[in-house]
């Protein structure tokens, strides 16, 4: 047993180092997930930092007329306070938010707006400073065992299988010419120009479009496409109406009726290639078209798998915020509603969904997108609320997985998706990706099941990356991965 002599001695800035802010701390809550925090710190221990700061100084201080380290004491406080000040200053406010974040109990999902520079240190009395946090709101967590959920279930037959091989051909397909009246499938290749009345709000040239029964761009959409050009020919000009989101950028025509231009320059139809040795070696270095077909069933059971994940996860996610009745701020869903966006296309990569389904899938999102930021925000409080009590993470493999996964349908190296997601700064939606599959896998494991079947949504929208409204929305750019090959909306061109 030691006695009180072997023990080490301890340095008295050790000692110091230990010692408490006596801070005051007001925290108001100004909605759900706004906190704004007030810290007060008493004189006492701005005199104590003060005191240490000059005692350290000490030693090295020069003064005119003194060696170094021989000035007297309030000689040196007098020259140097104002210079000691700021670093005392750095030193209150870097410990103070020390404190406040391990003092208090609420969960930031932001880093705190604070100016450092507004906040000065009085000649007397305590220093305050003020600063507003986002943060995850309080809530009881809804039981989550013995949820009762519908999962689609499906038998693929080879009319699936045609479809999806349909849809792969069709991405080295090539627009060829037609000189008769266009019909739905086909492509129409044509100037567009949105107005509201008649002031241009944006336009477009040559743009080439497929004659779908939905046409959606950035801000909007069109109910009705397909039969609104049918039997357009080259050189003419149609009209549609437009309506615009309302969560669209340009303020003004949110929720609007506009009207959309078409100048038809030509009509091309989809002329799918043959499948040689050379296409299939190409296409993912099949050796026969049954090894196609094989890989295409397993498309079409991992697209399943997708469905059903997300549906129950959509059953579930409703389940759990039935009561979630927090007013999230708008500032808050429109910064999210990026991550989101991003989150979502990591998602539909992973499961090896198309450009043209994914861009389809962006322009909603966009469309909608404080609602539904709103919603996945509310979902993602409560799965990492389960995570925590739970101890779910992403481990190193899972990252691993899930790139080599997009990197598997990208036809990219896993090295370099993984460099990209770091790149753009995606790893932590990859993370969040991950940490809510496995809370909603293990939601399901203690739930109870009842078949019902899956029918798929036919593709019926096609998505293009025209803003209607002439404005772009900085806060959720295009999610699109650097050098791909556009798909099924552009195939190659035949003159």
């Not at 479809?163 to 037609?178: D, K, N, Y």
Request: charged share 35%; proline share 5%.
């Amino acid at each position: 047993m030691m006695s009180a002599s072997d023990n080490p001695p301890v340095a008295d800035d050790e000692l110091e180092q230990e010692e408490k802010l006596d801070l005051t701390i007001k925290v108001d809550s100004p909605s759900a997930c706004e906190r704004h925090v007030t810290v007060t710190i008493p004189r006492e221990d701005i005199d104590r930092y003060f005191d240490k700061a000059f005692s350290e100084m000490m030693p090295t201080a020069a003064v005119p007329g003194f060696r170094a380290g021989r000035a007297p004491r309030k000689l040196i406080e007098a020259r140097y306070r104002d210079d000691v000040a700021d670093q005392v200053k750095g030193n209150l406010l870097m410990d103070s938010m020390t404190q406040v974040t391990e003092e208090q109990d609420f969960a930031a999902i932001s880093e705190p707006d604070f100016d450092p520079l507004a906040v000065e240190i009085p000649d007397e009395g305590p220093m305050t400073f003020e600063f507003n946090i986002e943060v995850r709101p309080e809530f009881d967590l809804p039981e989550w065992k013995g949820l009762k959920i519908d999962r689609p279930v499906r038998e693929f037959d080879e009319k699936d299988t045609e479809r999806r091989l349909e849809q792969v051909l069709a991405r080295s397909g090539r627009l060829v010419p037609h000189k008769g009246a266009a019909s739905s499938g086909d492509y129409i290749t044509c100037n567009l120009t949105f107005k509201n009345g008649a002031v241009e709000l944006s336009s477009a040239k040559e743009e080439v479009i497929r004659l779908r029964p939905v046409l959606s761009f950035r801000d909007g959409k069109i109910e009705g496409f397909d039969k609104t050009m049918k039997g357009v020919k080259a050189g003419e000009t149609r009209e549609a109406t437009a309506k615009i989101s309302g969560d669209a950028p340009n303020e003004s025509l949110r929720n609007q009726e506009i009207t959309a231009v078409f100048e038809v320059l030509e009509i091309k139809k989809l002329e799918l290639p043959e499948l040689t040795p050379e296409l299939l070696d190409e296409i993912g270095g099949f050796e026969s078209e049954g090894e196609l077909r094989d890989a295409i069933q397993e498309d079409l059971a991992r697209q399943l798998e997708y469905h059903q994940q997300q549906e129950a996860r959509r059953q579930v996610t409703a389940l759990l915020t039935e009561s979630a009745d927090w007013q999230l701020p708008p500032d808050l869903l429109r910064r999210q509603a990026r991550r989101e966006l991003e989150r979502a296309v990591l998602e539909l990569r992973r499961n090896g969904f198309s450009d043209a389904e994914i861009r389809a899938y962006e322009n909603d999102l966009r469309q909608n997108s404080m609602a539904s930021t709103a919603k996945a925000l509310k979902e993602h409080f409560i799965l990492e609320r389960i995570a925590e009590e739970e101890n779910i993470e992403a481990e190193p493999d899972d990252y691993d997985e899930e790139i080599r996964m997009i990197a598997e349908q990208s036809g990219e190296s896993a090295r370099r998706v993984r460099a990209r997601l770091e790149k753009q700064g995606l790893m932590d939606a990859l993370r969040n990706q991950v940490v809510e599959r496995k809370v909603i896998d293990l939601v399901l494991e203690h739930a109870k099941f009842k078949d019902v079947p899956f029918r798929p949504e036919g593709t019926d929208t096609e998505a293009i990356e025209q803003a209607a409204g002439g404005e772009e929305e900085p806060d959720i750019p295009a999610v699109k991965q650097s050098g791909e090959a556009e798909q099924a909306s552009a195939p190659e061109e035949s003159e």
